[in-house]
């Protein structure tokens, strides 16, 4: 028997970084030699009033000041995004922050209560036996059970069976499963059967009934829910006709310019339109039209690669590396190409895993199966026989979330998203159709419209505040035939290869782009940057002002272990502009890290390794950690926090001797703990009821025994439910008793 050492088990924990460019740091070390030049001359390099001396007045652009804070949600916002009545914002916060806790139990703050509710192995069905802490239910029955890894989720109010933005008395919760502990999944740990023919399929053989254990507990749950009956919370409704799994073998479709390409031609599909599964399903957002936006992030680990370099193309091969697949690549250890052919129940079931060249043709082997994962992708939940979109347009990358901008009727639909990886990118993408109002509730059909036909762009940060959007448009820009890293010769070749084509214009590249989120106040766009253990400390991803730190914290290496909040404003406050304003919202630091704490963050908001995060309708932004720096001192939470928008803030020189802005500092009224996790966790996945009253987020892979089972004692992911104990809305307490009156 062999487990899977930590860095197999902690798959989420794995992170790719086969960005071999020199993109901005390409820029970055042409600026150092100028320092140098200036120091060689006698100049002391620039002053941080001189570094942003070309900085546009943000806050003074039309319709908006830092003190400017009034929602600049329109009519048609007001119909597209979900919530009731006219909650306004709370001008501070008044709960009492949740202390630091490494306890095995999570906390949330007074006045709450928060419930453990559908966890790993949940039946959404009757007439199949509940999880049991022997873990023997079949692998087939995951089909109709909660999988594994909670994470994105989004709840939609229902109405006479269709999408109401504004209903909370029932609705359906849909939620992404990551990825899987293979090690506690399995009833026989992570299990190798003896295999003299090993070696030839990389390393060793698993079971087939634990990989099929494994495909099923990925993907998406779709969980009606109803009010409970005493009017505060939800519960599932069990064999509700909306219940319903999407897993790693379910049937896909390809939309946009993807769609029939060469490069998703499989032996499944040799027309290279559909695929089967929706894989490592990370962050989720929903659409102005009323359906679910899964991503799929870590598909790297699931693939294995052998010995078939000769056989390809140098184009074939650098588009495979470009993603992490480079030859003899056995993927994270889930090695789901490797169980006993004989076994499998439908053809291919292990071998499409296995991306290496076998056959005389694509459509003799699955070459291209790797090509067919990293999509955003789109789920109707109201209709049960629906099947997942991959909305190619959108790029294919480690797709975190995506995050729409305020919709307005006659514009074109934007979304932002980010690539979590080290040292990759953050993109958006704009609509060719403009928007109507009358799209919302219309399904696929609208997905169709507003995401098969657009320009995909990518961000570059300058150091000077200032940003650019760079389309990746064939023809344009060097993304060509000519392009000497990967040749492009068609507009399907630019999006499977979107890392790549960003990479020829020029793109920044970002510590590990994590969630994006919009602010209905103000419309500026947040990112999470999480930590970049190679800031600074690899040569081609020195410091820069939106990548500004690298230190040594608690005596690891240095680099960047804490992350930051990047924001920026969209020129104009048109989010199809080509360029933008940006600061730094907010650097996570330990507050006792002094030489790091640019926010002067305290006891009540210290936080490490921002990763999700959510503008909720009021403009209230929540923020959750995924973090294993300060978790010595607290485990993962969940933060409420109130920004203001971008130059709100003052210049700073980070440890690392780099110039940048940072927003307005922290304080006890404008960010505080929420929430505190269980030992060991995640805290991830997050949204709100449209009434304000039940908050749910996700905790991934609980330590000790969190979410255990009556009698059990194995840790399960699972969503929990927050609720005001009187019932009331979420954070009502800060609008204080003058509010009411106003
Ligand atoms: Fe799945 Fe980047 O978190
Ligand atoms: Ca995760
Ligand atoms: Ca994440
Ligand atoms: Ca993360």
């Avoid at 008044?94 to 906390?107: G, K, N, Q």
């Avoid at 060249?357 to 699955?366: E, I, Q, R």
Wanted: aromatic share 10%; charged share 20%.
């Amino acid at each position: 028997m062999t487990v899977l050492n930590e860095t197999q088990n902690l798959a989420h924990e794995v992170v790719e970084d086969s960005n071999p460019t020199n993109n901005t740091d390409f820029q970055t070390i042409i600026k150092r030699r100028l320092n140098r030049r200036n120091i060689l001359k006698g100049g002391t390099g620039l002053t941080a009033a001189a570094f942003f001396g070309t900085l546009p007045l943000v806050g003074c652009r039309v319709g908006g000041s830092s003190n400017n804070l009034n929602p600049i949600t329109t009519t048609d916002n007001n119909v597209a995004i979900p919530a009731i009545g006219d909650l306004k914002r709370p001008e501070t916060l008044r709960f009492t922050a949740v202390p630091h806790s490494t306890a095995e139990t999570m906390s949330v703050a007074e006045g709450y209560k928060a419930e453990i509710i559908l966890p790993l192995g949940t039946p959404l069905i009757s007439g199949i036996e509940n999880w049991k802490d022997n873990r023997e239910q079949s692998a087939e029955s995951f089909d109709w059970r909660m999988g594994d890894n909670h994470d994105g989720m989004w709840f939609f109010g229902k109405k006479d069976s269709a999408y109401d933005a504004k209903a909370s008395d029932n609705g359906l919760l849909v939620m992404n499963h990551e990825y899987v502990n293979s090690a506690e999944l399995s009833p026989f740990g992570y299990f190798v059967t003896p295999d003299k023919d090993a070696e030839t399929i990389y390393q060793s053989r698993r079971l087939a009934s634990d990989v099929r254990r494994e495909v099923n507990c990925h993907g998406v749950s779709v969980v009606e829910m109803t009010r409970r009956s005493d009017g505060v919370g939800y519960e599932m409704v069990l064999n509700s006709k909306y219940n319903r799994r999407l897993t790693s073998s379910t049937l896909a479709t390809f939309t946009g310019p993807v769609a029939g390409s060469d490069l998703v031609k499989t032996k499944f599909d040799p027309t290279g339109y559909q695929t089967r599964g929706i894989n490592n399903n990370c962050g989720a957002g929903l659409s102005p039209w009323g359906t679910y936006l899964t991503t799929e992030e870590n598909f790297l680990g699931v693939f294995a690669r052998g010995q078939d370099a000769s056989q390809l193309s140098a184009t074939q091969n650098a588009g495979r590396a470009r993603y992490g697949a480079t030859e003899d690549f056995s993927g994270w250890g889930y090695l789901w190409h490797t169980p006993d052919a004989k076994e499998a129940k439908v053809a291919d079931e292990f071998s499409r895993w296995d991306m290496t060249v076998v056959g005389a043709t694509a459509a003799d082997d699955y070459r291209n199966g790797f090509n067919t994962f990293g999509f955003m992708t789109e789920i109707d939940p109201f209709d049960q026989n629906s099947v997942p979109q991959k909305r190619t347009a959108l790029g294919r990358f480690a797709h975190e979330n995506c995050a729409y901008a305020p919709v307005e009727s006659g514009k074109p639909v934007v979304f932002y998203m980010g690539d979590d990886a080290r040292g990759e990118y953050i993109y958006k993408f704009v609509s060719n159709a403009l928007w109507s109002n009358s799209d919302i509730g219309g399904g696929l059909k609208a997905g169709s419209k507003y995401m098969d036909e657009g320009t995909l762009h990518v961000a570059i940060f300058n150091d000077d505040g200032s940003g650019k959007w760079q389309p990746l448009i064939h023809g344009q820009n060097g993304l060509d035939a000519a392009n000497s890293a990967l040749p492009f010769n068609g507009q399907d070749e630019v999006l499977v290869f979107a890392r790549a084509a960003a990479d020829a214009l020029g793109a920044t590249k970002m510590d590990r782009p994590e969630w994006v989120s919009v602010s209905p106040i103000t419309g500026e766009v947040y990112v999470t940057l999480t930590n970049n253990k190679l800031r600074g400390e690899r040569e081609d991803q020195p410091v820069s002002a939106t990548n500004p730190r690298s230190y040594q914290a608690r005596g690891k290496d240095r680099g960047n272990d804490n992350g930051h909040i990047i924001r920026w404003a969209e020129t104009g406050g048109d989010h199809a502009a080509m360029s933008f304003e940006w600061d730094i919202y907010l650097f996570a630091s330990p507050s006792d890290l002094a030489a790091e704490n640019l926010s002067k963050l305290n006891d009540n908001n210290d936080f490490s390794s921002p990763d999700g995060l959510y503008f909720d309708p009021r403009g209230v932004l929540w923020i959750q950690t995924d973090d294993g720096a300060y978790t010595d001192t607290s485990s993962c939470m969940l933060l409420a926090a109130l920004p203001g928008n971008v130059s709100d803030g003052a210049p700073t020189v980070t440890s690392a001797g780099r110039q940048t802005r940072v927003g307005t500092f922290a304080n006890n009224d404008n960010i505080k703990r929420f929430f505190v996790g269980p030992e060991g966790c995640e805290v991830t996945g997050i949204t709100m009821t449209p009434d304000f009253k039940t908050l749910f987020i996700n905790i991934q892979h609980p330590g000790n025994t969190w979410g255990a089972a009556d009698g059990g004692s194995t840790p399960r992911s699972a969503t929990v439910m927050i609720t005001k104990e009187d019932g009331d809305v979420i954070l009502a307490e800060s609008f204080g008793p003058s509010a009411s009156t106003t």
